[in-house]
């Protein structure tokens, strides 16, 4: 699906037109060819909304205090991608710019599906499971993020990457990779609660083993100072981008104003913004303790804080977000009732199933439960803290529960996809397809399609489920393209 996602919204900005909205847009400057307008017109689509900021920051850097909410990993990459290619036409750096984003997310698309399946394996160990999760992420009802010059599939690919790694044992790669991630997207740093929660599991594993205190001890540091330092190369990126601001935004002017093109200065005039290099007051945030312009910019400009957007005529918005919050919060309830003294030992005492080697598997088993967590935290967080309309891209590209649970769902409740076989459901019910090896082998042993093929026979629950992933994943085509509210 994620060519059909770079296809779509070619379509929908043809066919509909932009709507007006108090967006940022900086000034097109240069001389427009055809081949220009081309671009535009085909893809534009993909540069609506935040798009703007990470193709401007692609483009002149961090010109604008309020770009630096975007941070540098993937407009880094789109600016590399863009001077590498060969263009065999002439054109703005947009234009280059667009091709660019359109051609990195669809090459991202396959890699984070594949990431996301891995790591469902890893941890639900139901084979089928893992790729009817796949094959739900391709059908994100957040692809329309996925395919626009956003972070969301460069920070998929990186974050579900890291969980996996780390389920294989491999610690240090997954905290390079949440590093990476972090250095895509501020919510990044909430990562690094995997690789506390794995080194703290592991020592309470061994404390449950009975070894002696000097041989604990010993284990206790090492695991300590580990996680520590995977901690901090998590936290870096993050750390240095906030360095960088200070320097860039704080420091005594150096003249920028002459070499900033007339129409930016005219439009950081009239908008109220800070541009870097340009003699004037300092900014609040440079007298504060920790100089957080991420912090700054989020309460500032766009007035995110606790309960902040709790207001009568943010209703629409809510009602956006209320299919995720819906789905998370199930997740979260589902596992919790079927795991509650899992749960209240936070998963760190080995139970009397798991040492006879027989732990539940699937969504509802042990491995799942900091996965779990993550997104339930993930969920409360933005619901309260942030605009809430963003929560669908915010958790479908963070967390991996809310295709596991789409999934876990429609193979315990969709009689379709049950037939003889492994892989079988909490109810006794075996599971049609089950074997790793006829992972899409034609469409019959495509889940998804078969449920598709089969709509009107299929139950309440399975429609309601594809009907949000399949009407959100075109609703975001149609409306984001042009400028209408899907953020």
Not at 69 to 81: D, E, I, K, N
Not at 182 to 194: E, M, Q, T, W, Y
Not at 299 to 323: C, M, S
Not at 452 to 474: D, E
């Amino acid at each position: 699906m994620g060519g059909h996602s770079g296809l779509c919204p070619t379509v929908f900005n043809l066919l509909i037109p932009d709507h007006a909205a108090d967006a940022f847009s900086p000034p097109r400057l240069g001389p427009r060819g055809a081949w220009d307008a081309l671009v535009e017109r085909l893809l534009g689509g993909l540069g609506r909304w935040d798009a703007e900021h990470f193709l401007f920051i692609a483009e002149r850097g961090y010109l604008l205090e309020h770009n630096c909410a975007f941070l540098p990993l993937f407009p880094l990459g789109l600016r590399l991608l863009a001077g590498l290619l060969p263009w065999p036409v002439q054109l703005q750096p947009r234009s280059r710019l667009l091709l660019a984003a359109a051609l990195l997310n669809a090459l991202l698309a396959a890699p984070a599906a594949a990431a996301l399946l891995g790591l469902g394996r890893a941890v639900l160990w139901r084979p089928r499971q893992a790729f009817l999760a796949a094959l739900l992420f391709s059908l994100s009802p957040a692809g329309v993020f996925m395919a626009a010059a956003y972070s969301e599939s460069a920070f998929a690919v990186l974050a579900f990457s890291a969980m996996w790694q780390l389920e294989k044992g491999h610690s240090w790669l997954s905290g390079l990779l949440f590093a990476l991630a972090a250095g895509a997207r501020a919510n990044g740093l909430i990562n690094a609660g995997f690789l506390l929660y794995s080194h703290g599991k592991r020592f309470a594993l061994q404390l449950q083993g009975g070894s002696a205190f000097p041989v604990l001890w010993k284990r206790a540091l090492s695991l300590a100072s580990s996680a520590a330092l995977l901690c901090a190369v998590t936290f870096l990126p993050f750390a240095l981008f906030q360095y960088y601001a200070y320097v860039r935004f704080c420091e005594p002017g150096t003249g920028l104003d002459h070499t900033v093109p007339e129409p930016l200065l005219q439009l950081a005039r009239d908008k109220g913004y800070r541009v870097a290099g340009v003699a004037g007051a300092k900014p609040p945030w440079c007298s504060q303790r920790f100089p957080l312009v991420y912090s700054y910019i989020q309460d500032t400009y766009w007035n995110v804080g606790f309960l902040r957007y709790f207001e009568l005529r943010q209703i629409p918005n809510f009602l956006l977000a209320l299919p995720v919050t819906l789905l998370s919060s199930w997740a979260a309830w589902t596992y919790v009732s079927a795991n509650p003294r899992h749960c209240l030992t936070l998963g760190l005492e080995r139970s009397k199933s798991e040492e006879r080697g027989k732990a539940r598997d699937g969504f509802c088993g042990p491995a799942a439960f900091v996965y779990v967590v993550h997104s339930t935290a993930l969920l409360a967080f933005g619901f309260c803290c942030m605009h809430v309309q963003v929560l669908t891209r915010f958790l479908g590209s963070s967390s991996p529960i809310l295709y596991w649970f789409a999934a876990h769902l429609l193979l315990e409740h969709e009689p379709l996809l049950w037939s003889t076989g492994a892989d079988k459901p909490a109810s006794g019910k075996a599971r049609l397809g089950t074997s790793p090896s006829s992972c899409g082998k034609g469409t019959s042993d495509n889940p998804v399609v078969r449920l598709l093929l089969n709509w009107r026979s299929i139950t309440p629950l399975s429609k309601s489920i594809l009907g949000f992933f399949l009407g959100y994943w075109l609703l975001g085509l149609i409306l984001h393209c042009n400028f209408l509210p899907w953020t």
